[in-house]
């Protein structure tokens, strides 16, 4: 149930036009999803609105959810949403198996050990939501989020971006004005500002015993607005009339001065009635407080009376979170500690409320306490709370007597909280436990650790030096420690693309080579992981120099079972071997979209969506682009965020979808500092610049694309800006540029080596064609196609194409440019890049062509969203509306209102027609 507000009616003086907001949100008629998030300081009356809104809900037949922070639970992993979902838990039984299995665990419903899940229990609530919508329409709130833990606000928000088509209200209120995690974007928010002082007036005047005179003044002042301030300031004023001397003096902060008069409540009960309050603050829920023995109704009604609790059947309940937090802080830590024993007691049948009470009450270290707590984190960790578990093991560390187990527990910290993504709480584990261990195994893992927080902390040049010295110290007495720092190096390089890193690493990797120690054979580290880090990290820091022999070390090895296919999948992008990358880094995610390891698949889909943009599998590219912008969400991992956005801006320019472009840039530069990040820089260079070009922008296109080298030809990017190099000639040549470029281009690729690959060749060959003299461009164009291996990047080929035939127009050899431009024209269309689509048709036209040929049809799918494209093409394979929603974190119910919107606009009846519509690829079939 949601707590009501003491007074919520009398607090709704003032409040009309959020009444009148949450009125329309909880009306009929109920079409989609509709969600609003509540902010504002204590006292202001979210609560109150929450309250009038549910009982408006209800009355108009709506069905309602509920859930209210507790801070006594926020280390309890998934307990908000099992306080929201219990009345709805017999829907579990139709969710797919592995969302129900999910979800059970999280709720330790059954007896097995999953392993944690954050995305498959955020999909869960959102199926479960779903399917208790279809019922009637759904009121979900949550109050006091806040003080959520952090796996119920995930779920809670991942759910609710992805409601769609479900007759669902979502109402969330928080305090402050910031949104909480997982809320920052994409929610409505409505911001409770304090009353103006009329309505001020009328709300003290609705009061017992209104204030008059002078104390009306001064409640009027320390209230400042605040609802709640002014009916309790005007209750201790009508029980205490002498107590406005002190009004004028104390000038305290407004939540101090709300607590300070309901601790004065509390100060003065009687004995019997404080103990049993304190008892009830200290155990922050109802029903526990009713089984800790000792309690009656009359020991609280004086408590009652008072206006600090309520009581129903449940048990009693505090008027306003901080009337709980002045009781249990207006309590010496002895009385304190007594009522937590006292509860502990009372909840031995949940272990890790049992273990979090007695650690309450811990005054020093308790190993008993300790070896419950970290008892708690597993049970936290197989429930998906890998954030909560920290926090346990983190206690469990602070209560351990014994240095041996501190450090042991401080570390599992450490590396709980680095699976929570949680880059700051890391190092602060990590250090500490450095200063509490001389073990060199512990001490090498925290330094590891500290290294990696360091860099997802935009700290690279202390995660570089950091890494390094790990590596050097480890390198003969812990192998496979020295192979980690420097594989996590590897993904410095490739971010931050600058020279002397670059060099760095280079060097630590023949330092290892040299040292030629052996590395032990274990179930956590097979021996053939180090040739997969080798050809890592050699794909990082030398994709083009050397690239003849790691590419052959990587084809060997992805025909073999591997430790980490991700890893070898990712090298196999690097070194520009989409095909082999799409291949292996798919069979990674096989295994990484298991319960349990989708944290893990955030790096591997970074790579698979570049390789499938790369091989011309757009929307792969954009499933894949979807499904990790959802792990970054629950993983905190800001990079692969902007990865995510990255491509879906590039492929949006390529479509010519330019809308798009420009916010989702905007997102990448918010995510990750250009300036640290050259490799993030150099594609959204890339990308602005290919939206220039396709809307004839060519001296904006060239202002962006010459950034990607400097006028010596040094790459801002040593791999990702050569990526452009081709984009920036032709931006050159229709602005009149090309002396300067060509200069620039040739320089640029001396630096990146003699044999730097089909790919790159290709792209060279486009670039020197585009500038050259009219009499030698041909011998550049006819170089780029003569290797086949270049059709291996399509859109790549298809721009080679269709500038080659360009050029023979304008030399007027029609019919050697007419089949250039129908290859291209072909791949264009094939891949939706309109703006390409329709240059190469004029191309064609003065040629002669259209006369001859049927007019060019765009592709149905090109007038479907991002989103219904996605769908249809999922569909068109077979795959069922459930596990089309399993796939891309949708409800069934969203995802069958898409295919009915879509079905019209593809000119199909059904999904039986869509198969036709998608070739065996994975991509839209011309001119369907």
Sequence with gaps: MTRPAADSRASLVGRDKETACLSDLVSPPYEGTRALLLLGEPGLGKTALLTEAAVQARSGGMWHLSATGRESERELAFSGLHQLLRPALRHIAGLPARQAAALRGAFALSGGASPPDALLTGIAVLTLLS????????????????????????????????????????????????????????????????????????????????????????????????????????????????????????????????????????????????AGLLLAA?????????????????????????????????GPHFTHPLARSAVYHSAPFAERAAAHLKVADAVRDRPD???????????????????????????????????????????????????????????????????????????????????????????????????????????????????????????????????????????????????????????ALSGLDAAGAQVPDTDDW????????????????????????????????????????????????????????????????????????????????????????????????????????????????????????????????????????????????????????????????????LAALAEGRNVAAYAQLSREFAADGTPLHYQFSYYAIADYAAAAARAERRLEAANRVERALVMAGPAPGSRLEQLAARARGLLADPAQAEAHFTAGLADPAGETWPFERAQLKLDYGEWLRRQRRI????????????TFTRLGAAPWTRRTDSELRACGVTAEAEPIRTNALDELTPQQREIAILAGHGLTNNEIADRLFLSPRT??????????????????????????????????
Excluded at 282 to 304: C, F, R, Y
């Design 526 to 689: 097979p021996a053939s992981n180090m040739e997969e880090a080798r050809s890592w990290i050699r794909a990082c820091t030398d994709p083009f120099d050397d690239r003849t022999e790691t590419v052959s070390c990587v084809k060997r090895m992805a025909g073999r079972a591997l430790s980490d296919p991700g890893k070898v999948g990712a090298a196999a992008w690097s070194l520009d071997e989409p095909e082999l990358a799409v291949q292996v880094l798919r069979q990674a995610l096989t295994k990484l979209r298991a319960p349990g390891f989708r944290g893990a698949s955030g790096a591997v889909l970074s790579c698979l969506q570049w390789a499938c943009a790369d091989s011309g599998r757009w929307d792969e590219a954009l499933a894949a682009a979807r499904e990790a912008a959802d792990i970054a969400a629950a993983y905190k991992m800001q990079a692969v965020a902007a990865n995510s956005h990255l491509v879906t801006a590039t492929i949006a320019a390529m479509r010519g979808e330019q809308e798009q472009v420009t916010p989702l840039l905007a997102r990448v530069l918010a995510d990750v500092d250009e300036a640290v990040y050259r490799g993030f820089a150099a594609r959204v260079r890339h990308a602005a610049g």
């Design 131 to 274: 399917l208790a919508s279809e019922e009637s329409p759904l009121l979900v709130t949550a109050d006091d989020v806040q003080w959520m833990d952090h796996a119920s606000i995930f779920a809670l928000a991942f759910a609710a971006r992805r409601l769609a088509a479900e007759h669902v209200v979502l109402l969330v209120s928080a305090r402050g004005t910031m949104p909480p995690p997982d809320f920052e974007r994409d929610f409505p928010r409505l911001l409770l500002e304090p009353l103006p002082v009329a309505d001020a007036g009328r709300l003290l005047d609705s009061q017992p015993t209104p204030p008059r005179g002078r104390a009306r003044e001064q409640v009027l002042s320390q209230a400042a607005g605040n609802p709640l301030a002014l009916i309790e300031l005007s209750k201790m004023l009508a029980t205490d009339p002498g107590a406005g001397r002190h009004l004028a003096t104390e000038l305290l902060p407004l939540t101090s001065r709300l607590t300070a008069i309901m601790a004065a409540r509390y100060t003065a009960l009687p004995e019997r009635a404080k």
């Design 282 to 314: 200290a155990a922050d829920s109802g029903d526990v407080t009713a089984h800790a023995g000792g309690l009656t109704m009359d020991t609280l009604a004086h408590a009652e009376a008072a206006g600090l609790i309520r009581i129903d059947a449940s």
């Design 353 to 507: 409320r049992h273990a979090w009470h007695l650690a309450a009450a811990a005054l020093g270290p308790d190993e008993h306490v300790a070896a419950l707590l970290e008892d708690s984190a597993g049970v936290a960790k197989r429930r998906g709370g890998a954030a909560a578990s920290a926090r346990a093991m983190e206690r469990a560390a602070e209560l351990s007597p014994d240095d041996g187990n501190k450090a042991r527990r401080m570390l599992a910290a450490a590396q709980l909280a680095h699976a929570a993504g949680q880059a700051d709480w890391v190092l602060e584990l990590a250090r500490n436990t450095l200063a509490v261990t001389s073990d060199q195994d512990l001490r090498f893992a925290a330094r590891l650790e500290i290294g990696w927080s360091l860099l997802w902390s935009n700290r690279n040049a202390e995660a570089l030096d950091t890494l390094l010295s790990v590596a050097a110290d480890a390198l003969l007495t812990h192998p496979t420690i020295a192979w980690d720092a420097v594989g996590v190096t590897a993904i410095l390089v490739h971010q931050s693309g600058l020279p002397d890193v670059r060099a760095k690493v280079r060097a």
């Design 895 to 928: 995802v069958a209102s898409h295919l009915h919107r879509s079905y019209p606009k593809l000119g199909v009846a059904g999904r039986h027609q869509l198969h036709g519509l998608i070739d065996p690829a994975g991509t839209r079939k011309a001119g369907g």
């Design 815 to 826: 019919n050697d440019a007419k089949p250039l431009l129908g290859a291209a024209l072909d």
